[in-house]
């Protein structure tokens, strides 16, 4: 048994709507993601919506033990490619056939939202019925109100499509965002465990979860997200301060994780941050961008009771220019100097196989590494974590090549040469797999099937890796995200020349297209 607290409890009986909320991945995930704590507390605040949560492995929900196919719409959450074979586990285990064609009209509506049902929600279509894209708060009232208007929503689809940004492979969508961080939606009663067992405690621990913003703009060129989601929107601190109140109140949490794009972006940061403390608040903090990271921010996350930052340089000096991410060296060895002077631990993100890379790139980043390692006080200060870079649809970037021989041959060279006890490196061939799963299209759903019930060959993953071209004709291509083709294009190019764009919001507009 689980014990939660803030679970909403409803008659099912006395309720129109059953809606199920999956994770297709841990409980720690889960419940460290704000997207499926506002789902389930939007949809909650619906007087005839029950939504109960179902995380993976399970295909019951764990507020009555209702099976998948007891609701009437059963929607996930998208968040990483790798976890497309979970959702069919899930589907199988509440008592669903997988694949759409498959499902009766008295069976639920299937549908997904989040990251990458926004991007690239191709290679699920034959399992999903309809994809959410963008902020579900903007979505979903209308999506409500159109389901509540059809008598049989499986048979009456296309009827969906009224409402902005829903998308059914073979129709055009836009993605629809919250423009206006007032008319955010913020859950305030979270849900969260009360647990010593390690696997379930969330990824922030004990914490209320509070967003600051939503959306970048700093233009990496490899970031799915900073394209997907710009521009940058803040929530204003008077709001963050009285939210992270009444959270107090409704959950007892005292340790507050600031969630956002780009959180240290945020223009109050070290005023939120010292607010927070003086009412007695704990903060902590996902990665920080070392552009905005200020010593003031690190003494009071410190005081805070924060032990570890996590930056991430991503490459070289020279690589950097390339993904448009224009921090020197003398950037990261200042901000790695003040937290070792604060005691902080520090994690290091780097990325491998970014366009233009060389072995000489390598052998600098090497030279880097060892140059930050000399910095750290003791041994156990320094964790560095090594990531295969993955070309991603909607992004720059979404033209490169996903070279595996090249990728292991790097990854083999860098762990010869580092002595770092904590060097960890992501896996190269399931790297290989986010990247077909993340640009590939529909013909992906005979091995996202097969990967449900096996592992699957590596071979057969090799064979499957697409590569696109500048002037081909992209899966994703009836998706619109708000960000110019000919803008993604012109950032390409420029990377190849090693040219950087300036961040808009310092050097002015650069006509992506997101603000007309």
């Not at 704000?34 to 295909?59: K, M, S, T, W």
């Not at 200060?381 to 595996?404: A, Y």
Request: proline share 6%.
């Amino acid at each position: 048994m689980l014990l939660e607290h803030n679970v909403v409890v409803k008659d099912p009986l006395k309720i129109g709507l059953r809606f199920a909320s999956c994770y297709p991945n841990l409980y720690r995930s889960a419940m460290s993601s704000l997207g499926f704590h506002i789902i389930y507390d939007f949809l909650n605040h619906q007087d005839d919506v029950y939504c109960e949560r179902v995380v993976y492995p399970y295909g019951k929900s764990l507020e009555t033990g209702s099976p998948l196919k007891d609701f009437d719409v059963v929607g996930f959450s998208l968040q990483y490619e790798q976890d497309y074979p979970h959702v069919l586990e899930m589907l199988r285990e509440g008592g669903l056939n997988i694949r759409k064609r498959d499902r009766g009209p008295d069976d639920p509506l299937v549908i997904a939202g989040g990251p990458c049902a926004s991007s690239n929600p191709l290679p699920m279509s034959d399992f999903i019925d309809l994809f959410l894209v963008g902020d579900g708060e903007v979505i979903l009232p209308d999506f409500l109100d159109k389901l509540g208007e059809l008598d049989n929503p499986r048979r009456e689809i296309d009827a969906l499509l009224d409402v902005e940004g829903v998308f059914i492979p073979g129709n055009e969508a836009k993605l629809v965002k919250v423009e206006d961080m007032r008319d955010a939606w913020r859950p305030v009663r979270q849900v969260f465990p009360e647990t010593d067992n390690k696997d379930l405690i969330p990824a922030f621990g004990k914490s209320f979860l509070l967003e600051v913003s939503r959306g970048c703009a700093r233009g990496c060129r490899f970031c799915m997200a900073g394209c997907l989601y710009r521009p940058r929107r803040e929530t204003d601190i008077k709001t963050l301060i009285q939210t992270a109140e009444e959270g107090r109140e409704a959950t007892g949490l005292n340790k507050i994780a600031l969630i956002g794009g780009a959180v240290s972006d945020y223009s109050h940061i070290e005023e939120l941050c010292s607010e927070l403390l003086q009412r007695g608040f704990q903060v902590t903090t996902p990665s920080l961008r070392i552009e905005s990271i200020s010593r003031d921010l690190l003494e009071s996350l410190k005081e805070s009771g924060l032990r570890t930052i996590t930056i991430a340089p991503e490459s070289t000096w020279r690589l950097r220019k390339v993904a448009n991410k224009p921090i020197t060296d003398e950037d990261i060895r200042r901000t790695m100097e003040t937290a070792f002077a604060l005691n902080f631990n520090v994690k290091l993100y780097f990325l491998i196989g970014l366009p233009t890379e060389t072995q000489d790139d390598l052998q600098d980043l090497l030279n880097l590494i060892r140059d930050l390692e000399v910095m750290a006080p003791h041994r156990d200060s320094l964790r560095i974590s090594i990531n295969p870079f993955i070309p991603k649809p909607h992004t720059p970037f979404q033209w490169t090549k996903f070279n595996l021989k090249d990728i292991k041959a790097r990854v083999n060279y860098l762990k010869k040469h580092t002595k770092n006890r904590h060097f960890k490196v992501e896996n190269p061939n399931k790297s290989l797999m986010q990247y077909v799963l993340s640009v590939g299209d529909a013909d992906l759903a005979p091995i996202i099937e097969e990967s449900s019930h096996k592992k699957v060959p590596l071979g057969d993953w090799k064979k499957l890796t697409p590569h696109w071209n500048l002037d081909d004709e992209l899966p994703w291509k009836d998706l619109d995200v708000n960000i110019d083709d000919e803008f993604l294009e012109d950032e390409y190019k420029k990377a190849l020349n090693g040219d950087l764009t300036p961040w808009c919001e310092t050097f002015g507009c650069y006509h992506c297209g997101v603000c007309q």
